[in-house]
């Protein structure tokens, strides 16, 4: 890409003496003369133009003949490379069909395997082309990728590259970092506690609590066990979370059947005071349920009044 100084005297010397290099197409594309084509565009005057039929490569052919271009940072030669790339690629695509075509196994019009593009997703082809940019501007295989890269996801910073404001290095590690998920701060111990323990008692599973707060099993399981939160069952949380009225109307019928049991219990009961003091425990997290369950309900009925 010529400064527009550069662009300038091209056009100023073409004005004066008329264009002197012809214009090279291939395949009915301007290959080489860009911008003197433009500059007898504004100037009017009438442009000449010859095929490309040389040997070498198109692009090859387009390096070679633009010298000012050998002067730039490995950077900015790496971006060029780059930008070589879907070029080269076409070519290899072309080299390939034709390679088919030669001996015999072109795909016919309508056939299954005319859907299908040989070189799209070729890792081995894209490798092969990213050499090949590398080697005809000199640039190294790992630059020409890291470019490219920006290319593709950073466009902005893909220019800052060419123009020689950073290295292709310094603009692939910004890039990169920035399209990284940022990690989670870790929170305090007592509020993940709490987390925990307000998310069980809403029916969260272990590993949907892990999920919800973006740790892992073993740490819930660790902290409800050392701050003693009772995790609800797998399957129990499942129910209960597609199927409220169901494990409701379960629950209710269950406590009738065990209010009735208990009802033949009698003053004295063969336990230890340990296994009192767990039952204990157990019936208070059991009754704080209840309670809660108790409380919905009525809200219900009377939200029906």
């Not at 509020?191 to 069980?200: Q, T, V």
């Not at 063969?270 to 009192?276: G, L, P, V, W, Y």
């Amino acid at each position: 890409m010529l400064t527009n100084g550069e662009y300038q005297r091209l056009k100023d010397d073409i004005a004066k003496h008329g264009l002197i290099q012809p214009i090279v197409l291939h395949e009915g594309k301007v290959l080489d003369g860009r911008n003197r084509y433009r500059a007898c565009r504004e100037l009017g005057v009438q442009p000449r133009f010859v095929n490309y039929d040389g040997q070498q490569s198109p692009v090859e052919y387009a390096w070679s003949i633009n010298a000012a271009r050998r002067h730039q940072t490995p950077s900015q030669l790496a971006a060029v490379a780059a930008e070589m790339l879907p070029m080269l690629e076409e070519e290899a695509r072309k080299r390939q069909e034709a390679a088919l075509l030669a001996h015999g196994r072109g795909r016919e019009k309508g056939s299954a395997s005319c859907e299908a593009d040989p070189f799209e997703h070729n890792d081995e082809a894209y490798g092969k082309s990213a050499q090949k940019a590398a080697e005809i501007t000199g640039s190294s295989r790992s630059s020409v990728g890291r470019a490219a890269y920006v290319k593709k996801h950073d466009p902005a910073m893909f220019a800052r590259i060419k123009s020689g404001e950073i290295t292709a290095n310094a603009a692939y590690d910004a890039v990169k970092a920035s399209a990284e998920p940022k990690l989670p701060k870790q929170q305090p111990r007592e509020k993940r506690a709490a987390d925990i323990r307000a998310l069980a008692e809403t029916g969260h599973t272990a590993r949907q609590i892990a999920d919800k707060l973006g740790t892992g099993l073993s740490n819930v399981k660790k902290i409800a066990h050392e701050e003693g939160i009772t995790l609800p069952d797998a399957h129990i949380g499942k129910v209960r979370q597609h199927d409220s009225r169901r494990i409701i109307e379960a629950t209710v019928h269950g406590l009738e059947g065990y209010a009735l049991g208990l009802s033949v219990i009698g003053p004295e009961i063969n336990i230890t005071s340990e296994e009192a003091a767990a039952w204990v425990v157990s019936l208070d997290q059991s009754l704080s349920r209840i309670r809660k369950l108790r409380k919905l309900l009525v809200e219900v009925s009377h939200g029906d009044e």
